[in-house]
């Protein structure tokens, strides 16, 4: 194993969007049961920090591998194309007026219904953007236009969350009537 191996080189797979979860996670046990710092407890501590440091950086390739958002803008920069979405918010016009449709509907949302209804339109749009990131990232290798994708998703799985916090919230308040 070598440190300096990207995370797909790492877990022996190709590097492409498409991966099977489960090969990703026996794959994760594999190395970590090779990389334990315990099986090293009789070559000293030298190897138990080397092995500790393997087992941290194979947690961190694991981390990104098994989440399509994070494993996708890593392949993105694997290819030259960084997100870099702190400094670019860039989006199309179409999708800042479905972001602020989106929002409009939270606003409102004054019924379970909305929001579960607002909810199933983001996962349909999350569920798009992962499909095009197999065409753009596997198909096309167009790593620019899947940086676009990945900034998107990012917005859609933020608001995701605050959706769901309001139906949270909402459980919250029917439950406590």
Same mark, same amino acid.
């Not at 920090?49 to 981390?63: D, G, K, T």
């Given at each position: 194993?070598?440190?300096?191996?990207?995370?797909?080189?790492? %877990?022996?797979?190709?590097?492409?969007?498409?991966?099977?979860?489960?090969?990703?996670?026996?794959?994760?046990?594999?190395?970590?049961?090779?990389?334990?710092?315990?099986?090293?407890?009789?070559?000293?501590?030298?190897?138990?920090?080397?092995?500790?440091?393997?087992?941290?950086?194979?947690?961190e390739a694991y981390q990104r591998l098994k989440d399509p958002l994070r494993r996708?803008?890593?392949?993105?920069?694997?290819?030259?194309?960084?997100?870099?979405?702190?400094?670019?918010? *860039?989006?199309?016009?179409? %999708?800042?007026?479905?972001?602020?449709?989106?929002?409009?509907?939270?606003?409102?949302?004054?019924?379970?219904?909305?929001?579960?209804?607002?909810? *199933?339109?983001?996962?349909?749009? $999350?569920?798009?953007?992962?499909? $095009?990131?197999?065409?753009?990232?596997?198909?096309?290798?167009?790593?620019?236009?899947?940086?676009?994708?990945?900034?998107?998703?990012? %917005?859609?799985?933020?608001?995701?969350?605050?959706?769901?916090?309001?139906?949270?919230?909402?459980?919250?308040?029917?439950?406590?009537?």
């Amino acid at each position: 194993m070598n440190l300096q191996s990207s995370d797909f080189e790492l %877990f022996g797979l190709v590097a492409r969007f498409a991966q099977d979860r489960s090969v990703i996670d026996a794959r994760w046990k594999d190395l970590q049961r090779e990389a334990h710092p315990d099986k090293f407890a009789a070559q000293g501590s030298a190897a138990q920090r080397l092995a500790m440091q393997w087992s941290v950086r194979i947690n961190e390739a694991y981390q990104r591998l098994k989440d399509p958002l994070r494993r996708a803008a890593y392949l993105c920069e694997l290819n030259a194309a960084p997100v870099n979405a702190e400094n670019n918010t *860039a989006m199309p016009t179409e %999708f800042l007026m479905q972001q602020m449709s989106w929002r409009e509907a939270l606003d409102e949302a004054d019924s379970l219904a909305d929001l579960e209804d607002l909810a *199933a339109q983001v996962m349909a749009a $999350r569920q798009e953007v992962l499909h $095009r990131f197999g065409e753009l990232l596997d198909d096309q290798q167009d790593y620019i236009a899947a940086v676009q994708q990945v900034r998107t998703l990012m %917005f859609i799985e933020r608001f995701a969350s605050d959706v769901e916090a309001r139906l949270d919230r909402m459980d919250t308040a029917d439950r406590g009537q």
